[in-house]
C-alpha cells in the first residue's frame, strides 16, 4: 500500500504516474477492477478504496499557461476521450449487477442437535437459489418453471380487485422495472398501476409462486418517445416500496453492449400463443430466439419504413431484432415490455436484458418476420441516471 491520500501523486506498481483518487472517480481503474486487473491501491477513505489513477498525473506549476496546456496533453486522452470506448458504458449498471447476484444465494444454519448451543457459533452456508432450464427452448413456446426468471414482472390496468395484466417487464433494481413506453397507458383501461413480481401462473394461487405486488408511484418514458413513432419505446415504471429479494424475486442485470449476441436469447411473458386467441396466457412461456441482422430486419419491415411509425427503418444502434426465420416462435401481443434476455455465467446464475419487446408484424410467428425490441444497451446512460443516480 502506498499510503497517500486523494489528489496527492502516486506511481502504479508497473512505474506509470498518476492521482490518487477514490475508485468511484476513476474510470480506469473501475474498468480494469470489472475486467479482473486490481488497482494499485493509495489508501482508504474509510472502505472506499483510493486508487493510483493512470492518465491523472500532476501538471506542472512553472506557470498558469503551462499547467493548462500539460492538462490538455495528459488528462483528454485518457479521462474524456472524444469518443468513449464502448466498456466505459454501463460502469454503474455492471456494478450493481454484481451486487444484487448475491440474491442468488441464500443463508441457512447448519442444524444441530445441541440444544443449548448458542446459535451465533451455529455453521452457516450458502445455498444456491438458481433455477435453469437446460433445454432450447410466448409463441411457440413453453412454460416457465418456478424461480427460473425471478426478474420477471406483469404490468397491471384498471381498478384494483378487477387488474388486466396487459403487459411485461423486468425487475432492475429494489424499486424498479424496465419496460415499453407504450406499455405506460392502456387506451381502454387508463394507466399503468400496478406490477407483480415473482408470479408463475397470473390466475392460480396453488403454484410454485411467492408473488409480491406493488403500486406504481411514478411512470418515467423515455422523452424521446412519441406515439405513434416505434422509436424510443422503452420507460421504468417506480414502485411504491423496494421489492424483498429471494429466489423468487430479484433484478437483472443491464446489456451494455452494443454488438449483436452471438448465442440465441430467451424472450419470456404472459402474451398470446396463438395469433387467434384474444386473451394472453396465465402462465409465464418462454421461447429461445436467434437475433436477425438489421439489414435482414428491415427487409420485413419495408411496408412501414417512411412511415410516421417507422420513419427512418430500424435503427440497429437502439433496436435489436430476434426471430426464428421459418417462424412458429415469437414473442406476440401482451408479452410488450417483457424482456429479451441471455443467459450469463458470471455473474453466477443471472440474465442480461439485451431487448425490451416493441413490436411485430400483424402474424405472430410468421416466417421472415422477426420482432423488434428496444435495445437497451443504447439506453442505460439514462436508465442509470435514474435508477442508481
Known sequence: M???????ACRTNV???GICKLIDGCAIALEGFFAGKMPTIC?????TPVVCCIGESQPTTTTRRTTIRTTVTTRRPSVRPTSRPPNFVGTKAR???QKYSAAVWRVETAPTLALDEDEEFRDRY????CVRDSKDLIYGGEKSLPKEFPHMAAIGFGEEGSISWMCGGSLISERYVLTAAHCMASREKGLARWVRLGDLNLAETTDD???QEFSVVDRLRHPGFKTPSHYNDIALLKLNRDAAFSGYVRPACLHTSLDDPTNKAVATGWGLVEWTDDTGSNDLMKVSLPFVPTAQCNNSYKSLIGGRKLSGGILGDSMVCAGEKLGGKDTCQGDSGGPLQLV???????YSIVGVTSFGTTVCGARNSPAVYTRV????PWIEKIVWP
Open 2 to 8: 502506498i499510503d497517500k491520500m486523494a489528489s496527492e
Open 15 to 17: 512505474g506509470e504516474p
Open 43 to 47: 489508501s482508504y477513505d474509510k472502505k
Open 95 to 97: 456494478r450493481m449487477c
Open 126 to 129: 450458502n445455498v444456491s437459489e
Open 209 to 211: 409462486a411467492r408473488p
Open 344 to 350: 450469463v455465467d458470471d455473474p453466477y446464475c443471472m
Open 377 to 380: 444497451a443504447h439506453f442505460v
